[in-house]
DNA sequence: TTGTGACACAATACTTTGTGAGTT
DNA sequence: AAACTCACTTTGTATTGTGTCACA
């Protein structure tokens, strides 16, 4: 069959991002709104709404420029699309569907396909901001719609999508740099993301405390299991065969139903045995606390990426996955073991999910040829990264899991056999391809898992990393290369108890440096963090007791323990804002050989720490260019030099390492002042620069002269440690010490010279002149305005003996200042309502002798529109006569003058004896003996 | 095929201290 | 006559981030 699908309104990146945080904040929130309903999590469901819907808005202008070549991407992964050209041609790209449909038997619980469920997750029922979107998610929702009822086994079922596209458009693919306000909202998705995965992350690590889950689990739990919750010293050993029997007993299925809020899930999972990756670890974390084991739920935050662009960029393979799996869904490692309960079809459509990773990659190109080497090297990865934290696992099992182990590695080599006879094959992927995979391993990236703290690990004991649902313990170095064969990495790795949270990526991320750009804004991210980690410090944070004497202590003490106090010690050498951060380790460290005692959390912190201090060096030069531990000089600024100059950490293609505390900033003697700093006598500078050749040159022909040595044509720069504090000459005799432009830099409040203040008053010159007291303008910086630099002065600085003196004065001045304003704004009123009374009687004047009706009727009705003024005569019967005047105050004599209109033979006289005054109202009303009043406001 | 480094290019950050005519 | 306002014009360079390409 053949569907055609028009690219007309795609997404952009920031929409698929966003639609993935929606998924994710969706799939919390509902669950969230069980335990909490209409509170805070509605209103935060409003919130992200708002969000979302600004994000779609922004997406679909976004689309003009670039969309098509979004939309693309975000489909299939296929080459570039242009803009749609005049010279149209329309290109026919197949996507087989082979792949997908290929061994897919089973159903979920809603009797859905996988196929049919990607659909659902694409267009969510609840996504009500993307129904308005209308015709976009329309067209996109109908060309996957069609696919055929997979159960009916259509093996080679094909699905072709027709693009319009210019073929030279794709080769001069305009490159397009993100905006500024894409960049923001990329992080604001980010960020939203991270807050839902969070909120996620504690509601599965609540339903892990449920006591009904904690005891059925207990229930199940063999007889001779149940002493592990007795052993004194805890040890990963200890652990395995816990975790063995769980791995039996528990099964992996597909994705789990997203309608059902976590804890009915688990209980779900619990009641048929089987369950998600997340509900199986969920579960293991469950037991493992349900033998008063310390545990945390850990998971790794896939969130949408910080960058614009960054979800196009990234291998097509990460759209479709995330798309088809989304987030809490089972991307995760995964070894299935072959179930003889289960349906194959379970498995086959781990499988099927498992292929997508890369078989889904790149469809187009696989319905043209043969696959292509990288996908099967990467496949390959995959089998070897499993089959590494296997054999782990195999080695801590004890022997336990060498079944286990042994199927793996005659799966894996069996595999890789398979993959030859792939490789052969000329045929596009076919269903005898994906077959390969039923009934071997399958993995995905690691997402979910447990640690459990064995006090028996080392000396202070240990978080053990603990994935019951592939049966390894103490795989933790693994999880990074199982992560990066599934090309996701470890931004963000979060261990949940006690309702809190806290960031554990250290102990995963080996590599930092390539991940500290994708993460998110630290301060942000600690103060988010800060008032969880205290909840998870107040439910996993013991004392752990060193009860060995000093010398001992450090013989204890574990190799790496040891290790972790020299790197601490010397990251110290290494800087002293690092020292800063480490103070609270240090404590500790004291702390534990004084009193042999210290609490779990701060050991952790410190071991996090530690890790960071010790990351290995980068292999490639650039990774230099922003690394926070190292440096090398060939990518220092102009304005950083090495200081000291060592120590040598290493060698990087050549280059000599150095700790990024040596590099320091240098500036000139004008910009450390604004920081209150000077240069100390006789220092000489630290690297002098030229100036460029222009600014050389115009300033040559200015000065009629070039000074190669520090003068005009040089920039001189000097370090923090050429600086002491600055020393500004001191007032005297109430003169102001000024700069040679006679006034005083104020960029801070160590700028001023002693004994002066800056009284920053506007209109205060002309007081301290009046005083003839010394002063200086105040330059408190620059603005940049008709193309040029302008100093902006604020305020004046005095000698601070006159600062009482001057403030009387100006108030006084103001206090005149403001009364004469007063004045002025008061006569201007009345003179414009002098204006416009008189306008108006001239008007009426003028009516009454040459208007065509100038009956006295007429004559006598004022009219003024829009205006606070409005005068009738007695006649229309309408009430009284008025005459506003909002804030003027008329003088009589004018408005007496004013109204005594002539009125053909009749003057209008208002005599005294027929006015009369409101005081509350404070309005006057005279009267004409004809009649005719008008009422004034007094004010 | 992939990783690395060099390079190009665009966006962003930093720089930074009038003048003359007309009006009050 | 002094003080004030306003128009004039819209820098130029360095740094950083990112994409492309050549090469090992």
């Not at 990146?13 to 966003?18: F, H, I, L, Q, R």
């Not at 159960?151 to 458009?169: G, N, Q």
């Not at 950490?649 to 000599?656: A, D, I, L, R, T």
């Amino acid at each position: 069959m053949r569907t055609r699908s028009q690219l007309k309104g795609p997404q952009t990146s920031g929409n698929e991002a966003a639609m993935k945080a929606k998924h994710d904040f969706e799939s919390t929130s509902c669950a969230a709104s069980e335990h909490d309903p209409g509170t805070l999590t509605n209103i935060s469901v409003e919130a992200v709404g708002r969000l979302l819907k600004r994000t779609n808005s922004r997406g679909s202008t976004g689309t003009k420029k670039h969309g098509s070549k979004l939309r693309r991407d975000e489909f299939d992964g296929m080459p570039d699309v242009g803009s749609k050209g005049n010279n149209k041609e329309t290109v026919k790209r197949c996507i087989r569907y082979d792949a997908l449909l290929d061994g897919i038997t089973s159903t979920d619980a809603k009797g859905k396909t996988p196929v049919e469920e990607k659909v659902v997750e694409q267009n969510p029922p609840s996504a009500s901001p993307d129904k308005e979107e209308g015709t976009d998610d329309s067209d996109w929702e109908d060309g996957l719609i069609s696919v055929p009822d997979s159960r009916k086994h259509t093996l080679a079922t094909e699905v072709t999508v027709e693009f319009d596209e210019s073929p030279s458009s794709v080769k001069k693919r305009s490159i397009r740099r993100a905006s500024a306000e894409e960049k923001e909202l990329a992080e604001f998705v980010h960020k939203v993301h991270l807050l839902c995965l969070i909120a996620r992350g504690r509601l599965v690590d609540s339903a892990c405390n449920d006591p009904l889950i904690q005891a059925s689990l207990l229930s199940l739990l063999p007889t001779h299991l149940l002493e592990i919750a007795e052993v004194p010293k805890l040890t990963a050993e200890v652990l395995t065969s816990l975790v063995t029997w769980f791995h039996h007993s528990f099964h992996l299925k597909g994705s789990p139903v997203p309608e059902r809020s976590f804890k009915s899930s688990l209980a779900y999972a619990l009641e048929n045995r089987e369950g998600s990756v997340e509900e199986i670890n969920a579960l293991s974390v469950a037991l493992f606390r349900a033998l008063n084991l310390t545990t945390r739920f850990v998971s790794i935050l896939d969130v949408a990426s910080l960058k614009p662009d960054m979800d196009i960029s990234e291998c097509p393979n990460q759209g479709t996955t995330r798309r088809e799996t989304g987030i809490f869904n089972s991307s995760t490692l995964m070894v299935v073991r072959p179930n003889p309960v289960s349906a194959d079809g379970l498995i086959d459509s781990l499988a099927c999910k498992a292929i997508n990773v890369s078989a889904e990659a790149c469809p187009t190109k696989k319905s043209e040829g043969p696959k292509r080497k990288g996908d099967l090297v990467f496949e390959m990865q995959l089998e070897m990264a499993l089959s590494a934290t296997a054999a782990a696992a195999c080695e801590s099992n004890s022997g336990t899991n060498l079944e286990d182990a042994c199927g793996n590695s005659s799966d894996f080599s069996s595999s890789r056999k398979r993959k030859k006879i792939n490789k052969s094959e000329e045929s596009p992927v076919s269903s005898q391809g994906i077959s390969t995979a039923v009934g071997s391993r399958r993995v995905g990236a690691p997402l979910y898992w447990a640690e459990v703290y064995c006090n028996g690990e080392n000396l202070t004991g240990k978080w053990v990393h603990v994935d019951a649902a592939n049966a390894i313990v103490d795989g933790e170095q693994n999880v990074e290369a199982a992560a990066v064969a599934c090309r996701k990495s470890l931004r963000y790795v979060v261990a949940f108890a006690g309702h809190g949270a806290k960031d554990v990526t250290r102990r995963y991320c080996m590599k930092w440096y390539k991940i500290a750009s994708q993460r998110v804004d630290p301060d942000w991210w600690d103060a988010v963090l800060a008032p969880l980690k205290k909840l998870e410090s107040g439910a996993t944070g013991g004392l752990v007791h060193l009860d060995v004497n000093p010398e001992s202590a450090s013989e204890g003490l574990s190799t790496s323990q040891k290790c972790l106090q020299e790197d601490v010690s010397l990251g110290h050498k290494f800087s002293e804002e690092t020292s800063k951060q480490h103070n609270l380790n240090i404590n500790v460290e004291s702390s534990a050989r004084s009193s042999r005692a210290a609490t779990r959390n701060s050991l952790e912190d410190m071991e996090l720490e530690t890790r960071a201090l010790t990351e290995p060096l980068p292999t490639n030069q650039q990774a230099y260019k922003n690394h926070p531990l190292y440096a090398i000089e060939k990518w220092l600024t102009k304005y950083q030099i090495l200081h000291p100059r060592g120590p040598i950490v290493g060698y990087c293609s050549g280059h000599p390492v150095y700790p990024r505390t040596c590099v320091q900033t240098l500036q000139t003697k004008q910009r450390w002042l604004r920081e209150g700093l000077q240069v100390k006598a006789n220092e000489s500078p630290a690297k002098v620069l030229k100036r460029s050749l222009k600014l050389g040159k115009v300033q040559e022909s200015e000065t009629g002269f070039f000074d190669e040595d520090g003068g005009e044509g040089t920039i001189v720069l000097y370090g923090k440690w050429q600086m002491e504090p600055l020393q500004l000459p001191c007032a005297v005799n109430g003169i102001v010490p000024k700069n040679e432009r006679g006034q005083v830099d104020v960029w801070s409040d160590k700028c001023l010279p002693p004994g002066t203040v800056h009284l920053r008053l506007p209109r205060i010159v002309p007081v301290v002149k009046k005083l003839e007291i010394n002063f200086a303008p105040a330059m408190v910086g620059f603005e940049f305005r008709n193309g040029r630099s302008v100093p902006v002065f604020e305020g004046i600085v005095v000698c601070t003996e006159f600062k009482d003196a001057i403030l009387d004065a100006y108030q006084e001045e103001e206090a005149i200042r403001r009364a004469e304003e007063k004045k002025r704004n008061e006569m201007q009123a009345i003179s414009r309502w002098y204006q416009l009374l008189s306008s108006i009687i001239t008007r009426q004047r003028l009516n009454n002798t040459y208007g065509e009706n100038s009956s006295s009727q007429a004559a006598r009705q004022i009219h003024v529109r829009d205006g606070p003024f409005e005068a009738q005569t007695p006649n229309s019967r309408e009430g009284r006569q008025s005459v506003g005047s909002p804030q003027g105050y008329l003088q009589d004599a004018k408005m007496d003058a004013l109204f005594s209109v002539h009125n053909e033979d009749h003057e209008h006289v208002f005599p005294e004896e027929d006015q009369s005054f409101d005081d509350e109202s404070s309005v006057r009303i005279k009267r004409c003996p004809c009649g005719f009043s008008v009422q004034v406001e007094e004010l």
